[in-house]
């Protein structure tokens, strides 16, 4: 089979192609065209990776939800959505780490 993309080359068999989700790197098998370097994964492949991402907890999970801020206090407060909540099996009391990237607010677990 030719390739898709470039259409000048055969693919070849490559068992290195990796995929990176949530800072994950997965390694796949699949065939890589050897003119233009794209490479396709089998569906079988994808739905192996996707089944590893599900127990991780890193897959199906939305990207961005919109939040409204609120203010108590002196202070600015973010709700956690309930979903996020669970799937992190937060209780309340933990500490975050809370930094800033341009517009951008990082909240990451632990401290």
């Not at 796949?28 to 492949?45: D, N, S, T, V």
């Not at 907890?57 to 609120?70: A, F, N, T, V």
Request: aromatic fraction near 4%; glycine fraction near 10%; charged fraction near 30%.
């Amino acid at each position: 089979m030719r390739c898709p993309n470039c259409g000048k080359r055969r693919l070849v068999p490559a068992d290195d192609i990796t995929s990176e989700i949530e800072g994950y790197t997965f390694v796949e098998q699949g065939l890589r065209c050897a003119a233009c370097g794209e490479e396709f994964i089998p569906e079988e492949q994808s739905q192996r990776m996707i089944r590893v991402a599900r127990r991780l907890g890193i897959w199906g999970e939305p990207l961005k939800l919109r939040r409204k801020l609120s203010r108590s206090g002196r202070g600015t407060v973010l709700r956690i959505p309930t979903d996020i909540e669970r799937s992190l099996h937060l209780r309340g009391d933990e500490t975050v780490l809370v930094s800033k990237a341009g517009k951008k607010i990082i909240i990451e677990l632990g401290g």
